[in-house]
């Protein structure tokens, strides 16, 4: 299939190196020209501009939306409402929150144009060779296009999900589950750490990879990491976060849904950026109040 | 070689099977004799005791223990402490507190019998086709028996983890962070179950197996789960626990480690025990108190 | 003084008992007529409706608006933009977030009409003898309505917090505490209930009132629920929320802050609402998928 | 009446003083003298041992028992078994773990001592002029030292709870639900710091002092901390911590009670003790590892 793709990310590229893999002709465009001329060394057409690539397309036109979040999106959404036509197809990768999914959708919809949100999960790997997609959309219309699914995705790895939204739906939840999970796996490992024994981390890994309760991809990639850097002793235990958590928490409070697990995740990544706690002044102030404990002074 | 395997529930039956396949010569016991006459039909011998069993192997003497933790395990142990000789070795295979395969190593030390605590991971699924090891005790011993671990684990999955106890200990922290994954995946889709979306949980289950980062082992459980029951109605939301989870929260509070999720992993589980609590029904109390706010009558 | 008030439910009629206590003129109005008749007994003046009311104060004009948050505060505030002047005053007392606080300090100030938002603790015992007020908007007007609250509130019963919304920032973050201090006594007491001990819940909350560290109000409260039923049995332990708990968390997502603990409050209330759960089915089932485990099945 | 009393420290001390200025006869003894020396300059008795104190005593005896929880306790105990005869009377007033007080109970009973454990509330202030007791042994002996609880408490401050054990029992939950409530406090403040408001938090605990829900000595504990030290630029957020809340929490791991707050109360406080964590740098490299998100290098 022939089809254009807008942003040229570590998602993005990924993406498109796996179209061209898989024989499909695509038109890329990216703010930075660089990964463009990359890219078509490589079989892909790099346009100048959305309103280039889009000319370069023929109806029922096909775009793939692979931009950052927020205002990136909208600000791409808008300008393809205003060069597509009727029956054209936009494909939202990125990670969005729903809500701005279905809004975008309905206002596409004004115009007669398809809109998908597709959550994508897999890391940048995945997105080159084989990532797993959650898709919202018109289910009719999404015929159409799996077959882009079909070849990006690793077997059994895309689902139509449901009407618009519930494509990020997924993916949102898929990140709170990831949260607990790496989480949990975190904690176990400091358990480990702070324990009597001296583990080496990387076998530990490696046992709980293969025939564990617990394998995974995550365990497998806790694996890599402690190959590299066997305690972790070149980095910072900063844990920072880029959204997705933060709305499955939203989420979870505004469907009156206890989700302790998902929410202390995310919790922990706030307190790890901090190496202080106005909290924990309050708490070091009272005991001193009422017990005459000891308090740590400031240095 | 030639093992004796105590202990024929559904993990220890399973471990014989394994052993079979793979050419052992495993001599059976269990209170029940039942197992044993199945496992003779496949090539096992069953001997009606643990004395008979010890009595028909060669020194140095093999003997897996595979029955439930605790006393169980004491009886049998301290049976065996009477029966075994210098230089023959026990392999304690079941899900006991580190603390006693520590204790119980020393115990046997005193006559010469080497200890081996093995966590077993992987389910009675595991335990027939191949599982994973982490296994405490003398490294030099260790050599002995490591051939049966290499047959019985599937390809890297078994770990010489360090001296008596880390095996169990392994296992435990194995177990917390399990608790801590599986309540991640059950808040996620108890957020689905609320949603305004209408999803098939198979569906969702299969997607994240296949290509995202929460793909492993428990998700795909979690899709065999969906697959019988779509909705699971016909299960109460009980979470009945077997000791790992507190035992790995104890030890945190020992080691003054921080770790949210797996504690309230273990919470949560109390809690599913219960329909109603009596702190709710003191914040309910409170509530009406200062505020006037209605209550819940009990019926 | 002289001033308007209303809404006569229980927080605004027993501010009105307590204003007219105090000597001030209390023109008041309300959807339901029969308050304000019973308080006419009592010396206020009971307005038809709003317009009414204002035109029964001179400029400049202070209006106490004490009516359920959301629409019903926007509709009153609307329906006193239209009537106001400038230098005219309005105080929101009720438990509105403070962002729509902020709005309407600013549609109201674009008239040249001051507005305060009030936050207001100490239930409605309080309202009627001694409250606690934490006041946003401006200062120096403040000072022109500063008697009201100096009558109002317990002696240092009140605080200018600063500018507009920061009256009901503190109240919303005032009760976000007050949900885990009443967790945090539940939680104890279920422990209490829970143990070998047969303890008298009235006592216990009776000397943990006096000279104890936690003596409080709350612990006062309890002492008082659990003097009417000492086993609370007449009731259900459902732990409703009226809203500032779930904003509280929320402003923590947005200020990256880890509160864990008003978290945890917050949630055990939404668990509070299901007897079953679907994240307990899930975890009950997988279980069962990995290990065997027998499930409790649905009645 | 007339008592010895072993162990002056803050506590020890201060309820000398509090026993002298009822009246009370008060032979002290400690293993530093220098506080014995000031205390008789007040009218008590300094011993230079403990059996010169007991035998300054008339049968049946009276001892309170004011030293450090674990060893201490164990070792004054079994001094005073060997000195005391059938009839006299020990109460233990330190934060001894209830376990243990059952146990010395059950020990001294064989000698025919009667043992009482008494929780002590109300930090060192309290313990001079007015605290709360929660106070566990035999019901019929307590009528002959309860003069001594009327005098040391606040009016209605003490409670016979029980049997042997109850009384440290109680004061293990008060101190359960005391790190609740100070966690719940210091989170609220944590908001306020990260807020947009410039809050002055003397101000915001003395009003939510006068009058509020969430009134108490906690709370104005913390507006004396912040009069002295408005934004506590003195000292560090690490919250220590004496053993009571760890075993209320290892009680309800025993007792299969969820209480998240104070579980999660406990935890951070162990957070606290660390800068930089190692379930930190887990999470840190699993985002690189699946994401390509950079980490946060260590120095």
Same mark, same amino acid.
């Given at each position: 299939m022939k089809l254009g793709l807008i942003g040229l990310g570590k998602m993005g590229y990924?993406?498109?190196?796996?179209?061209?893999?898989h024989g499909h002709e695509v038109i890329v465009s990216d703010i930075n020209p660089e990964p463009g001329r990359e890219l078509e060394k490589l079989g892909a057409v790099a346009a100048s501009g959305i309103?280039?690539?889009t000319a370069q397309l023929a109806r029922p036109r096909i775009v793939w939306v692979m931009v950052p979040a927020g205002a990136p999106v909208?600000?791409?959404?808008?300008t393809l409402a205003g060069l597509l036509d009727e029956g054209d197809i936009v494909i939202e990768g990125g990670n969005s929150h729903y809500k701005d999914s279905?809004?975008?959708?309905?206002?596409?919809?004004?115009?007669?144009?398809?809109? %998908?949100?597709? !959550?994508?999960?897999?890391?940048?790997?995945?997105?080159?060779?084989?990532?797993?997609?959650?898709?919202?959309?018109?289910?009719?219309?999404?015929?159409?296009?799996?077959?882009?699914?079909? &070849?990006?995705?690793?077997?059994? !790895?895309y689902l139509y999900a449901g009407p618009s939204g519930s494509g990020h739906f997924l993916k949102m939840i898929h990140n709170g589950i990831e949260y607990g999970m790496m989480q949990a796996i975190a904690e176990g490992f400091e358990l480990l750490?702070?324990?009597?024994?001296?583990?080496?981390?990387?076998d530990v890994a490696r046992v709980w990879s293969n025939g564990s309760v617990i394998r995974g991809w995550?365990?497998?990639?806790?694996?890599?990491? %402690?190959?590299? &850097?066997?305690?972790?002793?070149?980095?910072?235990?900063?844990?920072?976060?880029? !959204?997705e958590g933060?709305?499955?928490?939203?989420?979870?409070? &505004?469907?009156?849904?206890?989700?302790?697990?998902?929410?202390?995740s995310l919790l922990m990544r706030y307190r790890?950026?901090?190496?202080?706690?106005?909290?924990?002044?309050?708490?070091?102030?009272?005991?001193?109040?009422?017990?005459?404990?000891?308090?740590?002074?400031a240095e």
């Open positions: 990924n993406l498109t190196l796996n179209l061209l893999n309103a280039e690539l909208d600000s791409v959404v808008d279905i809004a975008r959708a309905e206002k596409l919809s004004a115009r007669g144009i398809h809109f %998908f949100d597709a !959550g994508t999960s897999g890391g940048t790997e995945g997105a080159a060779q084989g990532a797993c997609f959650m898709i919202g959309g018109n289910s009719e219309v999404f015929e159409a296009i799996e077959p882009l699914f079909r &070849d990006l995705a690793v077997e059994k !790895g750490e702070k324990s009597p024994y001296n583990f080496n981390y990387e995550l365990m497998e990639l806790t694996e890599s990491a %402690f190959s590299k &850097d066997p305690k972790l002793s070149g980095i910072r235990g900063v844990m920072q976060s880029s !959204g933060k709305w499955t928490v939203q989420t979870a409070l &505004d469907l009156e849904a206890s989700t302790p697990v998902i929410a202390l790890s950026l901090e190496e202080n706690t106005f909290h924990g002044k309050v708490v070091a102030a009272l005991r001193n109040e009422f017990g005459g404990h000891a308090v740590v002074k």
